[in-house]
């Protein structure tokens, strides 16, 4: 034993300088991040909350002008962002160097019926099928590989934030029947945790959506408002399984749905805009420690019901960090500077400048070959 003791000491003493490096790297960052908190106003601390879409494919005055009085947090690419390769890859250049704060470039790429890829003008994507073809094989592994060709093609433009993959549990009633790996909540957890690994081992992030779960609705959100009818015990032994193990597997952002469930809220406002649904299920109760962003605002499940305040005020109050698409965002950065206290809005922006210190450091594009490349079919050829 007297011998065995220098080298214990020893290895006590490694443990000890790598905790000590660790926990000195985590207090630089926690200091660095609150210096950059409080040094911004209360406008651009707002502004890191929002998530805007604009419809130009270059960066001309007019972009350059919204950008630099909104300093959104990010931008979803829609269908009028996405023209040739080299286009769209230097409208996402020029949009990255008008913040100071690295920018969420965020776009709907899930496979199947959405992939926003699909659009580019010039060079056509390796066609992804749909998460429902994908669910058939039951492969995890599949799924993982899959994942990383949906990263390594987003890669290609400059994107850094995919909203996929889908955890909806799709049932014989499902709107999400084509964009869900199936009805079994195991199966569409397991494969949705690592098509979002896949995704990750690219180095962008994955969003896990819809919260708490679209599968079960037959109506779209977009046209308007789906309602669940189920308990609390429901949903936990269903809806909430795929979520519980994105959670567990260290998910990053998870996505807000809009749809109501009266017996969980005992009315038929929108999970999104739930604090019940947000802060205590999926924060409390599900411990999830994340960002929380919502779906698109201005979809008529919430535009045919709700103001644009309300559904600002309802959401932030609620627990979401990130506002995406909300109409107005100008109009929406002067209500919550007049109606949200700033330890409200210190509490989401501290999160999200965290995300990004954390996770979007490596802004390295792939070359265009990644968005076809012959590896890919050899993995899409083992789908039946």
Not at 28 to 46: P, R
Not at 98 to 118: C, K
Not at 127 to 137: A, L, W
């Amino acid at each position: 034993m007297k011998k065995l003791f220098p080298w214990l000491f020893a290895f006590f003493l490694i443990i000890l300088y790598f905790s000590l490096q660790i926990n000195t790297t985590t207090n630089i960052e926690k200091n660095e991040i609150e210096e950059t908190l409080n040094s911004m106003t209360l406008e651009e601390k707002i502004g890191q909350m929002i998530i805007i879409y604009e419809t130009h494919n270059t960066v001309n005055e007019e972009v350059t002008a919204l950008f630099n009085h909104l300093k959104p947090g990010g931008i979803i690419l829609n269908k009028e962002n996405i023209t040739t390769f080299e286009q769209t890859k230097k409208y996402i250049e020029d949009i990255k160097n008008l913040s100071n704060i690295p920018l969420i470039i965020s776009v709907d790429q899930e496979g199947g019926s959405v992939q926003r890829l699909q659009l580019l003008k010039d060079i056509v994507p390796t066609y992804i099928p749909s998460m429902q073809k994908i669910g058939t094989q039951k492969d995890p592994a599949l799924a993982y590989e899959i994942g990383k060709i949906l990263g390594q093609q987003a890669k290609t433009l400059g994107i850094n934030v995919l909203y996929a993959p889908v955890c909806d549990i799709a049932t014989s009633n499902s709107s999400m029947t084509d964009r869900s790996f199936g009805s079994d909540p195991e199966i569409v957890g397991n494969l949705c945790t690592n098509l979002g690994k896949g995704i990750e081992e690219t180095g962008l992030i994955a969003t896990y959506k819809h919260f708490p779960g679209h599968g079960d609705t037959y109506v779209d959100s977009h046209y308007s408002l789906p309602v669940l009818d189920k308990t609390y015990e429901e949903l936990e032994n269903f809806e909430f399984i795929p979520f519980k193990e994105a959670i567990a597997n260290d998910a990053k952002m998870i996505m807000i749905g809009h749809l109501a469930d009266p017996k969980i809220t005992n009315d038929t406002t929108p999970a999104s805009l739930s604090k019940v649904f947000i802060t205590d299920i999926l924060k409390d109760k599900l411990n999830y420690k994340g960002l929380i962003i919502t779906d698109a605002l201005n979809m008529r499940a919430l535009t045919d019901n709700y103001t644009n305040e309300e559904i600002i005020s309802l959401a932030i109050n609620a627990g979401v960090d990130l506002l995406l698409m909300p109409n107005h965002p100008q109009e929406a950065i002067t209500y919550i500077k007049e109606n949200i206290p700033v330890e409200r809005i210190d509490e989401s922006v501290r999160k999200i400048l965290e995300f990004k210190k954390k996770y979007l450091k490596n802004e390295e594009t792939l070359d265009v070959s990644y968005l076809n490349l012959p590896a890919y079919q050899e993995i899409l050829n083992k789908i039946n």
